[in-house]
């Protein structure tokens, strides 16, 4: 175990931490597990919370400490509506929010000082609103900022809490474009490590529009933020990634979930990387991977074609309009297959195969000579 760790120290890993509200709190137990397995950081990005927690962890606050603090907020010291701003700006006001109390947790967790300053190279995401371009701050030329004063740009969700100037532009969320920056991490990696909470679980809400507006706001950014991301990853030609998804649900605001988000990061990461030697020893590619096969159920297909058009290399259209899969068997990492949860019937099924059976001589992608997928 100690040669493992040793040569594990000698890679340079990019951890990225993705935006996802409380539910970013998994990204303690994911430090927790990374730290177990001797995994060191060379350097850190994140988008909103990921933001606050990868410049926290930056400037020295450990997992533990991170922990007794997340356990310890309230939703009462961070949502506080601004009453006079809605009262006397009413349409005009710039959030529902009160800024005072997000301000004031940054402070409390994010060491005072310039990226310049950082001994780790500490990436922060975020929007310029006025030209409606992606800026990321700790980037060569992009140094010169308050750190303290991104992170709260970063985490500024737009309507819940006012936009920032930073470095003299007016900035938000960078979710808002890009909730995982594994591409402005990637410079220079051995391996890109992200973690994604806020845009991997989009199983059907029944109840978001009868919780009102806010629910609905956020429903609707989810999915955005999903489809966003998706680009990036299934165009990915960086360094090997290691991507995880911690099943953490779909409620951004649950306080009364801290430890189990904890707890869940901790778990997903400690499964992530059984096989991460063998992943940092690719030229590239997503891991983990898991064997799936594709069925379409041909008595629900109504031929409406979304999912040819959405993975043509996968789907496509019989001479009686049903869709049929042009390939039955794939090895797919997390990133992979979201074209079959936009099937408008649900006609198309996918099953996880046994890992350990010999693989398929033809009619697969997505396989790694030597290395058998995992499950993600």
Known sequence: MHSIKNARSSLRVG???????????????????????????ALYAGTSIGALIAAATVGGLTADELAKRAERLRRRDLFRVNHISMLVERMKARAIYMEEPLRTLIEDSVAEGTFADLKTPLLVNTVDLVNGTQVVWGLPGLRGVQVREAVYASCALPGFFPPAKVGGRICVDGGVTDNLPVNAAAPGMDVVIAIDV??????PD???????????????????????????LAAWSGPPMLLIRPKVGADWFSFSSTERFILEGYRAAQKALE?????ARQPGGIFPRKRVQLDVIRERCVGCGLCVALAPGYMGMDSTGKA???????????????????????????????????RPA?????????IEPGAA
């Open 15 to 41: 951890l990225v931490l993705g935006g996802g509200g409380i539910k970013g709190f998994a990204h303690i137990g994911v430090l927790r597990a990374l730290e177990e397995a001797g995994i060191q950081p």
């Open 198 to 203: 806020g845009s991997s679980d989009l199983a």
């Open 206 to 232: 029944r109840d978001c529009v009868d919780n009102g507006f806010a629910s609905i706001y956020m429903r609707a950014a989810t999915t955005m933020m999903h489809a966003l991301q998706q680009y990036p």
């Open 275 to 279: 096989n991460f030697d063998l992943y």
């Open 324 to 358: 049929f899969a042009r390939i039955r068997v794939a090895e797919w990492s997390a990133a992979d297959g979201d074209f079959v949860n936009h099937c408008p019937t649900e006609a198309i099924a996918t099953t996880k195969l046994d890992l350990l059976a010999p």
């Open 362 to 370: 033809v009619g697969t992608v997505g396989a790694i000579d030597g």
